[in-house]
């Protein structure tokens, strides 16, 4: 388990006096599908939020986000062209209120080829080999059996099939593992081929919370070996849904596949990666193979917008740490008073509001890395 901050637990403990819930100097909303509501607005961060000055609400996207809040930060998971016009329209009448993430990085994390597309230039991390299926037409040439291997580019069996949109739903998560070519058939495109590597079954996955990366490890696909891409009697192709199908190999039970990379390299990849993709609030899946020397290489298969930080240890500090720090920095505009900013309904004058919020509240707990 993570260490915890005097402040955190506090928190934990259910408060102190040191801590005290406070009027609330600050109004996040947050707009998200109400399913999405438990992945981190959960009592215990609407808690500790209160207690550092933060009233956290519900953006409902069915009415105009202008006549809602007043917000002076506004966090959301929304996607889609109308919702984008809301933000637009919020924005430009409220220039100072931060909108996390921008919605245009985040659609290019909703395709899964532009995805890892962005990051394939870090120096890090790599990315598995991968082509895109535009159509059926495509898939079809691909999966004949005369097809000629350099339609797959560079790829070699056994590929990971992947919807290449990733809207939330649950069949833009229905992979499939295919062993060899005939196991393309049936499959739909548009989709991502991936080229499947090995990695011991382990997977570490990194919750990304502005500067702050916790990596949790987790199990993944076991290996595959190389005499199953040959044994014809075997499927040629496995859907993600029967994951159990997939036999457990050798790699399952090596302790050294799971010892996670050390922090600092964490840090390194987080950094990299987050302002590659120009977004605060991520998580994505990295896994350790080993090159023909036995050294380390890294890869990020899969990266999410905003997870469901409830899964990531000690969430709540750091996300309340993170707000806090997006709404300090926030740029000073005046505001009509009263009854147009938090700080004014909170009955605070606004330089009054921004000395409260000025008391340092350190939150987030030291070290990060956590094995689940
Ligand atoms: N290229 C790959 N090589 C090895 N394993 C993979 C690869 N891509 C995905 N996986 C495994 O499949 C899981 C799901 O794939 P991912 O791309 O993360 O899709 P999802 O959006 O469903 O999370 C990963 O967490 C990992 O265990
Ligand atoms: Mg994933």
Known sequence: MAEQSPAAAAWSSGGSSSVRPRAAAYTIGYAMLPNKHDTFIQPSFIDLAAEHGIRLVAVDASRPLLEQGPFDLVVHKLYGQPWRAQLEAFSALHPDVPIIDPPAAIERILDRFTMLDVVSGLDSVAVPRQVIVHDAGALLQLAADDGDDADLGDLRFPLIAKPVEVDGSAASHNLCLVYRREGLRGLRAPLVLQEFVNHGGVLFKVYVVGDHATCVTRSSLPDVPQDRL???????????????????????????????????????????????????LINFDLIRTRDSQGDAKYLVLDINYCPGYSKMPGFEPVLTEFFLEMLRSRPVLERPAPGNGSAASAGLGVDEARKAEAEPTSVIPEPRQVQA
Request: charged content about 25%; glycine content about 4%.
């Open 230 to 280: 040959q044994d014809l009697a075997a499927d040629a192709a496995v859907p993600f849904a029967n994951i159990s199908l997939l036999a457990p190999t050798t790699a399952v039970g090596d302790e050294s596949a799971k010892v996670p990379p050390p922090q600092e390299f964490v840090d390194k990849v987080a950094r990299e990666l987050r302002r590659a993709v120009g977004l605060h």
